[in-house]
Structure formats: C-alpha cells, structure tokens
C-alpha cells in the first residue's frame, strides 16, 4: 500500500498520471484515545459556507466516533487534477489525512484529448486500482464507457461512488454533485428577475446534444423558468474546443442582432459562459443582463467589467472532501447507515446533493476569500 500524501506517478501510453500531493492535515491524536477518533480540520464560518453539509459531515464523523474503526485503503481517481478538479484533489487529499486513510488522488496533469482514449485509460486506472488492493474507489468519470469497469470492482466487493458526473447505469453506491437539473433552474431563477418583462428572447449558451445528457439537463433547467415566465428561448450549442471562444461569440452575436422578439438576456450554462459577455461586446449590446456558470478567470474578469451580473459555481472543493468520508461511511458503518445520515443532502436514494452557490457582482471580493480560507482557488 502506498500512504497518503505520497507522489504517485504512472504512464499508460503517452498521458501522464500524478496523484495530488501532499496531506498535511491528519489529526495529532492524544496518547491513550480511540486510534480511530477522527478531527476535523475547521472550516471557515461564512456567508458562503453550506451550513446544512457541514452538519452533515458532522453527524457521519459523530456517528464513525462511536465505534473503532478499521484502517481503510481508497483511491480517489479524477479526470484531471488541476483546473476545474484541483480543489476536489486538495480536499479528497484533506479528508484522507483526517481518516488516516491510504491510497492516493489520482488524475492527469492535462485535460484529456480524444474522449475514448480518455475513457479507456481510466478504465485502466481502475483496474489496477483493483488490483493494488484497494477497498473502496471515488470516481470522477468520462460517461457511461466507465460502466464495466465500476460493475467489475464493484463485483469484486469494492465500493464506487461516483463524483461530478455519474454514471447512472452502473452499480456504483452514490453519486455526489451538483444535480444538473436543479442547477440550471436556480440559474434561470437568478437571471429572471433582471430581465425586462417579456416579450423577448433569452440567449442560452447551453447544450441540446443527448450524448451529453448532464449538460442537456441544466440547461432545460433553466429553459423551463423562461418559458413558463413567457419568454421565448434560444440555446447557442457550446462548442468544447479552443476554437469555441471566437465561434460562439460569433455565433450569439448573430443571434443577438437578428432574433425577433429581441434579445432581453443570456445565461452561459457551463464554465465557458464568458463567451455571452464576448458575444454582447461584439455586438455593442452591453446593456443585455447575463449570469454565468463556474467560476473560470475570464468570468470573474468580465463580471469585474460589469458585464456579467452573477455566476453560479459548483462546490468541488465539498465533492472531493465528502467522497472519502462517505467510502469510509460505507466500510465502517455500512451503506444504509451512511446513507441515513447523508438524508439532509439526498435527492434519492442513491444521489448526494453538493448545491451550488449565487455568487453576485458584490460578493466576488467575499466568495474568493472564502476558498482561500478552505485552502482552494477555482
């Protein structure tokens, strides 16, 4: 068994695979105390902390408390451990030294490629998961191609709870995230009432692709709040290469100029929704109202500008510490028992809520020095 904390790096073919390191947040235990007492670093208490998982997480590790508990080794397996997952990968690395868990984080250095490779070799991360011993595995996977892997450690007795995306068809435990659904439609709830009253047209930089059926979901999310308020909508397809910044500005510049009843709003849906602000400078329409998805740099730049009213950003940071609590949940205490306790954050039986946060104009300065009090940037 490798510890926690420990650099581990292996090549399959040309991708590069590092875990995130370093954990240095395991609890000092008093001599003579239960050796599986588990202390939480504390968080940070702000406008922005999600109360309601917090005692949560506080009832799990009440609970783990009143037994004694057994050493547990759990991989932690993302797409990628920068960028969007680097706070996911620092705090599953926290979380684990909290446990005293072995195992290590584990993703590439650079987003992936081209999508089957991609699939392919995280499958055969996976597998040798398996093979290394591991009990238990979080997975932050590609799509339903990861499917026979996690049915295959599943049957082999080994835990899988799924993280940012899922992979409903499988035998995985749970699911933790954001529910897309519900996302888009508090995005939609954010924008509306900034929107001057209808008639008019709502610019949704989103997905209609059913491939990607998390993507289509938010945004029919927030499709439903324009619709039902008596908007008409038009959704701009994202475009997930380099190439998308200047296509899809051009794209919903044309939009903006040509579409009838005119265009009175635009929501980006995904991290790229800097591109609406784009759009509307191209078009000389910086007085259309946009609210936008994650938290990428060009976003922030654009809201800092005044073109962007509000984002919404997913809560990484709590995906990646919550799985490592909850694989430890299932091994010492049992699944139902876990899950009985995770009830507050549970949209069904097999889905932990994370929610996402409105973060508005006035707050950025409050929401940045909030992840870097959790030790995070996004």
């Not at 004694?68 to 759990?74: D, G, I, L, Q, V």
């Not at 888009?184 to 990607?212: D, Y």
């Not at 049992?334 to 009830?343: F, P, V, Y």
Request: proline residues 6%.
């Amino acid at each position: 068994m490798t510890t926690i904390g420990r650099c581990w790096m292996m090549a399959f073919g040309l991708t590069l695979m590092t875990a995130a390191c370093g954990s240095s947040d395991a609890p000092d235990i008093p001599v003579g105390e239960n050796p599986t007492f588990i202390k939480r670093r504390p968080t940070p208490v702000t406008e922005f902390t999600p109360v309601k998982l917090e005692a949560t997480v506080d009832d799990l590790i009440a609970e783990l408390n009143e037994h004694t508990n057994k050493p547990m080794h759990a991989e932690i397996v993302l797409k990628v451990v920068t960028g969007f997952f680097a706070p996911v990968a620092t705090a599953a690395n926290r979380a684990m030294g909290e446990l005293g868990m072995t195992g290590n984080v584990v993703g590439s250095l650079e987003e992936p490629g081209d999508q089957q490779e991609a699939v392919d070799l995280q499958n055969k991360q996976i597998e040798q998961t398996v093979a290394g011993g591991a009990e238990a595995i979080g997975l932050a996977p590609f799509g339903d191609g990861n499917g026979p892997a996690i049915d295959a450690a599943v049957a082999k007795g080994i835990h899988v709870v799924t993280l940012d995306a899922d992979v409903e068809a499988s035998k995985r435990s749970m699911y933790v995230g954001t529910l897309s659904g519900a996302a888009g439609k508090t995005a939609g709830e954010t924008l509306l009432p900034i929107l001057r009253p209808p008639p008019g047209t709502v610019i949704i930089h989103g997905n209609v692709n059913p491939v990607w059926a998390t993507g289509l979901e938010r945004t029919q999310g927030a499709q439903d709040v324009f619709e039902k308020a008596g908007y008409k909508t038009v959704v701009s397809q994202i475009t997930l290469t380099e190439e998308g910044d200047g296509d899809d500005a051009t794209s919903m510049k044309t939009l903006i100029e040509t579409e009838d009843p005119p265009v009175v709003g635009m929501i980006g849906m995904f991290n790229e929704s800097y591109r609406c602000a784009m759009a509307v400078e191209d078009a000389g329409r910086t007085d259309i109202p946009i609210v936008a998805f994650d938290f990428d740099p060009k976003t922030v730049n654009y809201m800092r500008k005044g073109l962007i009213n509000a984002t919404h950003t997913q809560r990484q940071y709590y995906e990646g510490y919550l799985v490592p609590y909850i694989l430890y949940g299932i091994e010492n205490i049992g699944l139902d028992e876990t899950k009985k306790i995770l009830a507050p954050l549970m949209a069904d039986e097999l889905r932990v809520d994370t929610g996402i946060d409105v973060v508005t104009v006035d707050k950025l300065d409050a929401y940045n020095d909030f992840l870097y009090a959790l030790g995070v940037s996004q």
